[in-house]
């Protein structure tokens, strides 16, 4: 197999922790780990499979040597398979979003592989880690783009990280499909595609529901929390109170997580709160 399919490479590792993709096991198992994923580099994927087969049986949550381990059963097989790649955060800040995607990936592989996979063809995954930052997923891009076994991309959850990485893939003809990617400026590409509606339909639907839920009042107020640091709350946000204008009284605060601003508005003064959430 081509090195994005092997563990522990640069796509599936953190340049600054060095850890093994999602790996938050105990030391000892990100030992054995790593081992696995040197024997898998040096072709001995039968020992590698029986570590991450332990390493999952350690952690059942360890959906990262799950997929290994299943990805080691279609190689050692010798039939024919397909190469799909998922994108995530497998390191850094938003590991724990991470391990989510892992978790739904693996359960998506086995099931389906479970029913003999598509068209008689069983499903290998290939981790691409963005590292938690927009770079992370340009270089996760590029090492997937490089495999031209690879039919289709699963990801990111961010949209500045999927905007970073859609040059790449759809310069490759690799379709994307991203979870919750909502930034309504990733529209344009033919091989980009996403199951979340776009801020704009999300703005749209908060105001009408909005709406609909204070019309007995005759003039309502609403009081509208927007993250100043963050895009996707500042452009739900803008498309909330443009749709609403006019009908209805709109107040504004700026809103951080570390931030006590809204603790100090008196509730006497709005009768809903839209609150924007960080990406």
């Known amino acids: 197999p081509r090195s994005t399919l092997f563990p522990y490479t640069t796509l599936f590792r953190s340049t600054a922790n060095n850890n093994i993709g999602s790996a938050a096991d105990a030391q000892a198992w990100a030992a ?33 040597s799950l997929i290994y381990s299943e990805n080691a059963s279609i190689l050692l097989s010798s039939k024919p398979y397909d190469v799909i790649a998922v994108g995530g955060s497998f390191s850094g800040a938003k590991i724990s979003s991470g391990r989510y995607a892992l978790q739904g990936a693996y359960t998506a592989q086995h099931e389906i592989n479970l029913k003999g996979g598509i068209g008689g063809r069983k499903l290998v995954l290939e981790l691409a880690n963005d590292a938690s930052g927009a770079s992370g997923a340009v270089e996760a891009a590029k090492a997937t783009a490089a495999d031209s076994r690879v039919l289709a991309f699963v990801g990111y959850s961010s949209s500045s990280r999927t905007k970073a990485a859609i040059p790449y893939l759809a310069e490759a003809g690799i379709p994307m499909i991203t979870p919750a990617s909502s930034n309504p400026s990733l529209n344009g590409s033919t091989y980009f595609f996403r199951v979340c509606p776009s801020d704009i339909v ?6 009408r529901y909005a709406l609909q839920m204070l019309a007995r009042l005759a003039h309502p107020t609403i009081m509208v929390f927007s993250d100043p640091n963050d895009s996707y709350s500042n452009g739900l946000a803008s498309i909330f109170t443009t749709d609403i204008a006019g009908k209805a009284s709109v107040m504004q605060e700026t809103y951080t997580a570390q931030s006590a601003t809204a603790a100090g508005t008196s509730a006497a003064n709005y009768h809903t709160i839209l609150q924007g959430l960080s990406s």
């Not at 570590?51 to 952690?59: E, R």
């Not at 999300?202 to 105001?207: C, E, V």
Request: aromatic share 6%; hydrophobic share 30%.
């Open 32 to 64: 054995v780990k790593k081992d696995a994923s040197v024997q898998w580099r040096n072709g001995n994927i039968s020992r590698a499979q029986a570590q991450y087969q332990a390493a999952s049986t350690n952690d059942q949550t360890d959906a990262e």
């Open 202 to 207: 999300q703005g749209q639907d908060l105001a």
